[in-house]
């Protein structure tokens, strides 16, 4: 079965720094571009970053550019979104999201099928 667990999430301050990770099993992770969203309460679910399933653009959201980076490792088969810089309008669920691509360079115009649980990253000021 697809599984998808986030982790590294917490509480940190203003122009603070996060690395979540997204680790995926029962799927070839090299075929599937991998997404992060948030959702803040009361608010509508977003797309921060992708990454294609074939090495190459990736797609950020304007609010984070330059603040955030994903990458990914295919031998763990783990995503991660280092955060920088955060911000307390950052402040949400992070969730790790998953989609067969299969020699896809692109991730940014696709539905996603597979979820993770979220992990929770919290900004103060």
């Known amino acids: 079965e697809v599984q998808l667990v986030e982790s590294g999430g917490g509480l940190v301050q203003a122009g603070g720094s996060l690395r979540l990770s997204c680790a995926a099993s029962?799927?070839?992770?090299?075929?599937?571009?991998i997404g992060w969203f948030r959702q803040a309460p009361g608010k509508e679910r977003e797309r921060v970053s992708c990454?294609?399933?074939?090495?190459?653009?990736?797609y950020y959201t304007e609010s984070i550019k330059g603040r955030f980076t994903i990458s990914k490792d295919n031998a763990k088969s783990t995503v991660y979104l280092r955060m920088n810089s955060l911000k307390p309008e950052d402040t949400a669920v992070y969730y790790c999201?998953?989609?067969?691509?299969?020699?896809?360079?692109?991730?940014?115009?696709?539905?996603?099928?597979?979820w993770g649980q979220g992990t929770q990253v919290t900004v103060s000021s």
């Open positions: 999201a998953a989609v067969f691509r299969a020699g896809s360079y692109f991730c940014d115009m696709y539905e996603y099928d597979y």
């Open positions: 029962g799927f070839t992770f090299v075929d599937y571009a």
């Open positions: 990454i294609s399933a074939a090495d190459g653009s990736n």
